[in-house]
C-alpha cells in the first residue's frame, strides 16, 4: 500500500541553523500538507500546498517557513533560522482529491531537536 | 477554535472489552476522521465519516456522527492488547478548506 515517507527520522540542530524537512507524498496525491506536534500537545496545522502554491497556512507559518516542490516527488520544510521553540515532530501529510473532505494520509513523522 | 475536544483523556480497560472514545468540536464541518497514534510515532488514519453520515463501520470500529450535538464517538469493540495507543479526532473547515483541526486525544491501555 502507498504510504507517505518522511526524512530525517530525526534531526538535531542548533539555534539559528537551517533545516529542511523532507517528504515524498503518495505519488497520485494532489494536496500536501504539513502539521507539528510539540511534545504532549495536539497536532496543529502548519500548511497546505496544491498545483505548486501554499493554499492555506496557520499563523505559525510564518516567515521562518517555507516550502517548495522542488521536483515531482519531494515536498519540503524549510525552517530558516530555529528556535528552541520549533522543537516538535513534523507530519507531512498528503490526499488525493482537490475538494475539502479527502483522507489526509500522514508520514511516520521527523522528530526535530533545536539545542 | 474549531479544534475538537476527546473525552476522556485517558482510558484503561481489559483485553476483550470494547472502548469508546467521545469527540466534540465547535464549528461546522465537512467531515470528521479518527486517526491513532502509537507513542511518539506517526499518525493512522482510521476511519472519514462525512458530515451527512451518521455511522460508520470498519472491521472492529464504528464511528458515529451527530452534527446536531457536534459530537462523534469512537467504539472499539472485543479490544486487543495492540489497540493501545492515542487516538484523536480531526474536523476540517466547513469552507472547504483542507488543514484538520485535530483534538487532544484519548489515551488508550488495554490491559492483557
Known amino acids: 500500500e502507498p504510504e507517505v515517507t518522511q526524512t530525517p527520522s530525526h534531526q538535531v540542530t542548533q539555534m539559528g541553523q537551517e533545516v529542511i524537512l523532507r517528504c515524498v507524498p503518495i505519488?497520485?496525491?494532489?494536496?500536501f500538507y504539513w502539521y507539528r506536534q510539540i511534545l504532549g500537545q495536539k497536532v496543529e496545522f502548519l500548511v497546505s500546498?496544491?498545483?505548486?502554491?501554499?493554499?492555506?497556512k496557520s499563523e505559525i507559518f510564518d516567515d521562518q517557513f517555507s516550502v517548495e516542490r522542488p521536483d515531482g516527488s519531494n515536498f519540503t520544510l524549510k525552517i530558516r533560522s530555529t528556535k528552541l521553540e520549533d522543537s516538535a515532530m513534523y507530519f507531512c501529510?498528503?490526499?488525493?482529491?482537490?475538494?475539502?473532505?479527502?483522507?489526509?494520509?500522514f508520514g511516520p513523522g521527523t522528530r526535530l531537536l533545536v539545542l | 477554535s474549531q479544534q475538537g475536544e476527546e473525552d476522556p483523556q485517558a482510558l484503561s480497560i481489559q483485553e476483550g472489552e470494547n472502548a469508546t472514545m467521545n469527540c466534540s468540536y465547535k464549528?461546522?464541518?465537512?467531515?470528521l476522521q479518527w486517526y491513532r497514534q502509537n507513542s511518539g510515532r506517526g499518525l493512522v488514519h482510521l476511519i472519514l465519516?462525512?458530515?451527512?453520515?451518521r455511522e460508520k463501520h470498519s472491521g472492529r470500529l464504528r464511528v458515529t456522527l451527530d452534527t446536531s450535538k457536534k459530537s462523534s464517538s469512537l467504539l472499539i469493540t472485543a479490544s486487543r492488547a495492540a489497540d493501545t495507543a492515542s487516538y484523536f479526532c480531526?474536523?476540517?473547515?466547513?469552507?472547504?478548506?483542507?488543514?484538520?483541526?485535530f483534538g487532544t486525544g484519548t489515551r488508550l491501555t488495554v490491559i492483557p
Open positions: 480531526a474536523t476540517d473547515a466547513w469552507t472547504g478548506a483542507n488543514n484538520l483541526f
Open positions: 465519516i462525512r458530515s451527512n453520515e
Open positions: 501529510a498528503s490526499s488525493e482529491g482537490i475538494l475539502g473532505g479527502e483522507t489526509q494520509y
Open positions: 500546498f496544491y498545483n505548486n502554491e501554499i493554499s492555506e
Open positions: 505519488s497520485n496525491h494532489l494536496y
Open positions: 464549528t461546522s464541518i465537512n467531515n
